[in-house]
């Protein structure tokens, strides 16, 4: 028999030569892998990790980390992983109790396994498994046979229980930063030799798998008897020599104990394998196989460690002036000053960005695809090329697919998609093309309406409201930012006063020095990953209720972001030709919907703030021309009573009364005058916080009350309005069985979490489920006004033009002259879609933002 008795020790990435290394190189590297144990290790090392469909992954991707880290160091020609068997085993039947104190396999690693195996497979990865055997005797049988074929066998484990083998094999233990365990190590590690494991553990027991051994006898106590007389047979032949009296004892009265602890743990080389060599061969991974796993998984990262990229779409990238005979379809790429044209053959044109390209762009009879139409039409418009319909744009397809994934840059898309890189500078028409055909059918089957009703047609509308701008009075700007450094000026003289020293205030060290050493107020619990104090916005308005400075912190923080957020950069972002304002506006943003905007973020500007109110005050009109903002009233409400049918809601907003005053009135049993405002915030309070799926313990938070006296106020409210309780029962129950909400119009959102077996994870996602056809309807229904109200102002050819969105609002830059615009805007928005109650806009004017209320 081939034996490795030489000690290997690891250094670096490689293992050392002993003297002898040369003559064990000479045969093949077989390595085996305890697939069980390594699950195990993964799944309570790495906590938390799931897919955005909710399937953990914390085993999965630990087991794949594992392999790739240990094949680098310690390149196989062989492989193989052994798993447990789900049937009784021989030591079942040998010991009733055996592993009888082992928990259960957590459920959501038992649902991975299944995965490690399939990785496996994918990666070409021979996985053994033999009914009513355990791993342990696998990898001994395999181990054995492998030996006398004239491998080297490296076994992978965490398990003790296979030191045993270390004769005849190498033992890498993953949990001992990669050690390599031979004969001596065994020596080192348990004062005993490899084939003497079994008597130790005979003696010691092993209380992972309920195996009993000596009562009273630990490792040391085994250890020093096994050194003296060598095997159990010899302990119990010779059971009086031994000194330690509670010892002496334990070995006279457990003779068939010891003996059976023994045999329990010795492992069995003589599993029914039938195995051919070259299966376990080493191969490259089953790319077709792999690169789906991984996707699915979610292990992007993973992708580019296993699965480097392949070539992209080979063409051949023709620069000219002439533009190429395109009849009926093209993929095209907006660059700076150059257009890419794809129609899907070998060459793509590059072409001058100008007018030349208006027979192509603008004609109707040929079905554009770009990515971001958006930007597109943006770009080609300050060139003076219409963007016609017909277009496709992958973006949104993506977008209204995979609303949660937050990314969709061209190359984070591919990636998800394909699993494929785009290399900077990498001609981007080939790749818009293939994603285009993944998604266009999924379109189609699942978001089509969004997608041609609202995303499409609105991308046109948002370039017409960035390319119109806000007029600014850069004046007013300039006298905040004076009056703004002088307040920052006095608080911070003020709040060093108080601190008796001078310090950085935007030092959340420095200031956590001050707060919690000099001035020993409460510290909170928990520490930022530095190791200091938080100083969040949470923990100082908690601590301003004890003391003044972090309320001056809090009054300077707040006026610092309004001065570099708003008052400062404003000025510096407007358009030199224009004189005003472009701000972008996002669609592909909000997981509900909704959309955003940038450069600056014009809807973060706080309405009820005094500063938010004084900044709105430097947004102008031209001269003779009002604003005009047209608000949805409580949408996500009506919204509300439309979905969950509830009739007494529904009959509320009908009558035309005060929802809040009247929930509060039906709630507590009052007449509707009698309500107090106090009375009418808190129904208000419990009204928005259903939409939001609020607990009693956020909604006791928000009123300063107990969470009994919330839960009582919700309760009564449910029993008032039993439809919206249906309502809610009903939603997550959709979202249980199929993981998904839709809007009115068929917007759809993803909630991987919704049958998490974590109970805030769980919650969150219930919470949203709750809320995101409510808040994403109110979105669509936005969004087609702005469409509906966009193709009016052209139908009548008005200079009245649509300049922000913010949140249930539009605001307007209208003439004098056409000041009734304000009838038809009011019309058109509450006319979007006919509800079961009506949609009711506030529309006001005035010379100032901040005149709109």
Request: hydrophobic share 40%; charged share 25%.
């Amino acid at each position: 028999m081939f034996q490795m008795k030489q000690m290997l020790v690891w250094s670096t990435q490689k293992i050392c030569p002993s003297p002898n290394f040369d003559k064990m190189l000479k045969h093949p590297l077989f390595m085996m892998i305890d697939g069980m144990s390594q699950a195990y290790r993964a799944y309570f090392a790495i906590r938390g990790l799931a897919n955005s469909q909710g399937l953990p992954t914390n085993a999965i991707y630990g087991f794949a980390i594992m392999l790739k880290r240990v094949i680098e160091k310690y390149p196989p020609d062989y492989i193989c992983v052994a798993l447990d068997s789900s049937e009784p085993t021989a030591r079942h039947t040998q010991y009733g109790l055996y592993k009888a104190t082992r928990k259960r396999m957590p459920p959501d690693l038992a649902q991975q396994i299944p995965y490690i195996r399939r990785f496996c497979e994918a990666m070409r990865i021979k996985v053994l498994e033999v009914s009513g055997h355990e791993a342990d005797d696998i990898l001994g049988t395999i181990s054995s046979q492998a030996v006398n074929a004239g491998f080297y066998p490296v076994v992978v484990t965490l398990d003790k229980d296979l030191y045993q083998l270390v004769d005849t094999i190498l033992i890498l233990n993953t949990s001992k930063d990669d050690m390599i365990v031979d004969r001596e190590k065994v020596r080192e590690l348990f004062g005993v030799a490899p084939e003497q494991i079994p008597d130790l553990l005979g003696l010691w027991g092993d209380s992972s798998d309920n195996i009993p051994g000596a009562p009273g006898i630990g490792e040391k106590g085994a250890r020093d008897l096994i050194q003296k007389f060598g095997s159990i047979e010899a302990l119990l032949d010779r059971a009086p020599e031994v000194q330690n009296p509670k010892h002496r004892t334990s070995v006279l009265e457990n003779k068939q104990q010891i003996l059976l602890s023994r045999q329990l743990v010795v492992i069995d080389t003589k599993v029914p394998l039938q195995v051919e060599w070259t299966d376990f061969k080493v191969q490259p991974p089953d790319r077709a196989a792999l690169m789906p796993l991984l996707r699915e998984l979610e292990f992007t990262g993973l992708i580019k460690e296993y699965l480097p990229p392949e070539a992209g779409p080979v063409v051949e990238i023709l620069r000219t002036e002439t533009l190429p005979d395109i009849r009926d379809r093209v993929v095209f790429d907006v660059q700076s000053d150059r257009v890419s044209l794809w129609s899907g053959r070998e060459i793509v044109a590059s072409v001058p960005l100008d007018e030349r390209l208006g027979p192509i762009l603008s004609n109707p009879a040929i079905h554009k695809i770009t990515y971001d139409v958006k930007e597109a039409i943006l770009k080609l418009r300050r060139r003076g090329i219409e963007l016609v319909p017909p277009y496709d744009d992958p973006l949104l397809m993506a977008y209204l697919l995979f609303p949660n994934r937050g990314k969709y840059e061209l190359s984070d898309v591919v990636f998800d998609l394909m699993g494929e890189t785009v290399s900077p500078g990498e001609e981007r028409t080939p790749w818009i093309d293939r994603i285009l055909k993944d998604l266009a059918p999924k379109v189609q089957e699942q978001v089509e309406r969004p997608y041609r009703e609202i995303e499409i047609p609105l991308s046109a509308v948002l370039v017409e409201m960035e390319l119109a701008g806000l007029r600014v009075d850069v004046g007013v700007l300039e006298r905040m930012s004076k009056e703004m450094g002088a307040q920052l000026d006095d608080l911070t003289r003020r709040i060093c006063e108080i601190a008796d020293c001078d310090f950085n205030i935007n030092s959340p060290r420095q200031l956590g020095e001050i707060l919690f050493d000099k001035l020993n107020l409460p510290r909170p619990r928990k520490l930022r990953k530095s190791g200091q104090y938080s100083t969040a916005v949470e923990i100082l308005e908690e601590l301003a209720e004890k003391h003044e400075l972090p309320r001056l912190v809090l009054d300077y923080r707040q006026l610092a972001k309004f001065k570099s957020t708003y008052v400062d950069v404003i000025p510096k972002l407007l358009d030199p030709k224009t004189g005003r304002l472009h701000t972008s506006f996002h669609q592909a943003a909000a997981s509900t919907g909704r959309l955003s905007s940038s450069n600056p973020n014009l809807q973060n500007i706080p309405v009820r703030a005094d500063l938010g109110r004084k900044i709105r005050g430097a947004f102008i009109p031209e001269q003779g021309w009002w604003f005009v903002a047209a608000d949805y009233s409580q949408v996500e409400l009506r919204i509300l009573a439309h979905l969950s049918g509830d009739e007494r809601l529904a009959e509320a907003f009908s009558a035309g009364e005060d929802v809040h005053r009247r929930t509060a009135a039906a709630v507590l049993g009052l007449p509707i005058e009698a309500v107090t405002p106090a009375q009418r915030e808190r129904a208000k309070a419990v009204n928005f916080g259903i939409v939001y799926g609020q607990t009693p313990f956020g909604l006791a938070q928000q009123l300063g009350i107990s969470p009994e006296e919330a839960a009582e106020f919700i309760s009564r409210y449910f029993e008032r309005y039993q439809g919206v309780q249906r309502y809610i029962e009903n939603c997550l129950s959709e979202a249980r069985d199929t993981g998904v909400t839709r809007t009115l119009f068929g917007r759809i959102r993803q909630h991987p979490e919704i049958n998490s077996r974590n109970g805030m994870r769980r919650s969150m996602a219930e919470r949203t489920a709750i809320n995101s056809p409510i808040q994403g309807t109110a979105a669509d229904i936005i969004k087609i006004a702005m469409i509906r109200i966009d193709a009016e102002l052209r139908r009548q050819k008005l200079r009245t033009r649509m300049v922000l969105q913010v949140h249930d609002e539009l605001i307007f830059e209208v003439p004098e002259d056409e000041l009734s615009v304000r009838d038809s805007v009011q019309d058109l928005m509450q006319n979007v879609v006919r509800l079961d109650v009506p949609l009711t806009v506030d529309v006001k004017q005035g010379k100032t933002w901040e005149q709109l209320g």
